[in-house]
């Protein structure tokens, strides 16, 4: 599976963001898929993840109710919808897959995913 990341840039806080990530290769095989996003200041951490079957989204509590993930399985594709930006969120943001058959528990760690894309820098000023 090979992921192609496109949007990010730079936003004042309180601006929106879309991310998104198309998978290829062996879409079919995607299980789930997450976004993680990592800064110097706080190392990598888990930002969001959804199954590709559907369900109810996975999210950590910095982003709740300003971030939105979801994913179109006709363009094998994931977004990440950023609203209400703030610099904190500032960092390079991945998004990654995990294959079906293998374990997948919340999504919440980088050992549940087997692919990942190349990274996306968003950057939130004052």
């Known amino acids: 599976v090979r992921l192609v990341q496109s949007g990010g840039g730079s936003v004042q806080s309180g601006g929106s963001l879309r991310l998104s990530c198309s998978a290829s290769?062996?879409?079919?095989?995607?299980?789930?898929m997450g976004w993680f996003r990592h800064s110097p200041e706080k190392g990598r951490e888990f930002v969001a993840a959804?199954?590709?079957?559907?369900?109810?989204?996975n999210y950590a509590d910095s982003v709740k109710g300003r971030f939105t993930i979801s994913r179109d399985r006709a363009e094998s594709t994931m977004y990440l919808q950023m609203d209400n930006l703030k610099p904190d969120d500032t960092a390079v943001y991945y998004c990654?897959?995990?294959?079906?058959?293998?374990?997948?528990?919340?999504?919440?760690?980088?050992?549940?995913?087997?692919?990942w894309g190349q990274g996306t820098q968003v950057t939130v000023s004052a």
């Open positions: 959804v199954l590709w079957i559907g369900g109810d989204p």
């Open positions: 290769l062996g879409a079919s095989r995607i299980q789930a």
């Open positions: 990654a897959a995990a294959q079906r058959g293998r374990d997948y528990r919340s999504g919440r760690y980088e050992l549940e995913y087997h692919y």
